[in-house]
């Protein structure tokens, strides 16, 4: 059998050409076809005609299996038949309006239950949505305007928290490292008068899955009381790693809790939630902060986020860590048979994977060292079969299984093999 001597792009791009013409036509009347910066890979994205299961497939009949789960969203994978189902029915009972509807206390109900934290909560339509209204009843409980995050921290893209992802200050807020206990509570208390709430994640999703040194969250919190601000905790990635989320496993307490993702179903989705005194600031008959949207709490959201958070069980949630765990190993394992050297992050259902040390901080996507080398794998990961995140990252979802399993190992090391035989580089 003869050897491919073609490049990845050069496959890539034999293999894609209406995903490369349909690039073009969104370009002529879109900034950008996909409408979201950080899901472009060059020289091109493939577009996507339908998803099943754990599976894509783009408008040239390519076939993929998908590790990236719309960044970390998709739990239950695509087109899953229980909420397919639940939807439909709703759908044709209308999908909006301006009036209560059951799905959504259903889902409110379950996240109390699970959550520890979380005394009652809000819906709205995305994570960068849910930032905005935290930090609105911020705001209104303390009479403050500024807030601290961790410098290169992700909670959406409000101007200000765009820049604090850059590691930027801006006007209305600081940045600290972040999971180093010492500075970052130093930040609090040098801008302890100014702080209406201080934002940080359980895990570093933006940082390469960087968790926080031991006891950083109980210091932070403590630091947030003696000031006078609120401490949020963001899980919108990492509530996937138990019933009740990151704060469950470690103990953690925060005053408000931020969500998304996994709670939605597939569908546009984020919500706060947290202590009753604070929450109940924005209830209309009595509070002063504004918690409203056209589409927030909408009965399709509400009605497949309801069902998503009943089927995503502390089993199931044990069963895809154990696949990640199998994953990660597996990566390992094909790297050393080609003599590549290869570093993982596994946190729970999650993996990254590094061309370079990362040492235990956070790494960041347009500063990694290995930058080149993960962007030549993703081509590499993509003729072969694989949808990885551009972050050299993936999730598994509940729509896996023991042999997709094997299969994602194996397409894995023929990623590899690509690209350690690609004639460009």
């Not at 850059?166 to 180093?180: I, Q």
């Not at 999730?395 to 894995?412: N, P």
Request: aromatic content about 8%.
């Amino acid at each position: 059998m003869m050897r491919n001597t073609a490049s990845p792009e050069a496959t890539y791009r034999a293999t894609t050409p209406r995903s490369a013409a349909f690039e073009a036509r969104g370009l002529a009347s879109l900034p950008i076809t996909s409408s979201r910066g950080i899901s472009f890979n060059p020289p091109y994205p493939v577009t996507i005609e339908r998803a099943t299961g754990p599976h894509l497939i783009d408008i040239d009949g390519n076939r993929y299996i998908d590790l990236g789960s719309n960044f970390f969203s998709m739990i239950h994978g695509y087109a899953y038949a229980p909420i397919v189902d639940a939807v439909t029915e709703q759908l044709a009972r209308g999908s909006a309006w301006s009036a209560n509807n059951a799905p959504q206390v259903d889902l409110a109900e379950q996240i109390v239950a699970r959550v520890p934290s979380v005394e009652k909560v809000l819906f709205n339509n995305s994570g960068t949505e849910a930032f905005s209204l935290a930090l609105n009843i911020c705001r209104g409980a303390t009479g403050r305007y500024k807030f601290l995050m961790a410098a290169g921290g992700y909670h959406g893209s409000m101007f200000d928290p765009s820049l604090g992802s850059k590691g930027l200050p801006g006007p209305s807020h600081y940045v600290a490292p972040y999971g180093e206990t010492a500075p970052f509570v130093a930040a609090i208390r040098a801008h302890g008068p100014e702080l209406a709430a201080v934002f940080v994640e359980g895990i570093m999703g933006s940082g390469a899955f960087a968790q926080a040194e031991p006891g950083f969250f109980d210091a932070v919190k403590k630091a947030c009381h003696d000031v006078g601000a609120i401490f949020v905790l963001d899980e919108v990635i990492s509530l996937r790693l138990s019933e009740g989320g990151y704060q469950k496993l470690h103990g953690i307490d925060p005053d408000l809790t931020m969500m998304g993702k996994i709670i939605g179903g597939g569908f546009p989705i984020g919500g706060v939630g947290g202590k009753a005194a604070l929450m109940d600031l924005t209830n209309p008959t009595s509070g002063s902060v504004l918690a409203s949207g056209t589409f927030s709490g909408n009965p399709l959201s509400m009605t497949a986020g309801a069902i998503s958070v009943r089927d995503l069980t502390q089993a199931r949630i044990d069963e895809i860590g154990a696949w990640a765990t199998r994953i990660e190993a597996g990566i390992k394992s094909a790297a050393g048979a080609v003599n590549l050297p290869i570093w993982t992050r596994r946190v729970g259902s999650m993996v990254a994977w590094f061309f370079t040390d990362p040492g235990p901080g956070c790494v960041f996507g347009a500063t990694r060292t290995d930058l080149a080398m993960v962007k030549r794998h993703q081509l590499a990961m993509l003729v072969n079969g694989l949808f990885p995140t551009p972050r050299a990252a993936l999730a598994t979802s509940t729509a896996m299984s023991d042999s997709l399993v094997d299969e994602i190992i194996d397409r894995f090391a023929a990623s590899l093999a690509t690209l350690l035989a690609d004639p460009s580089a």
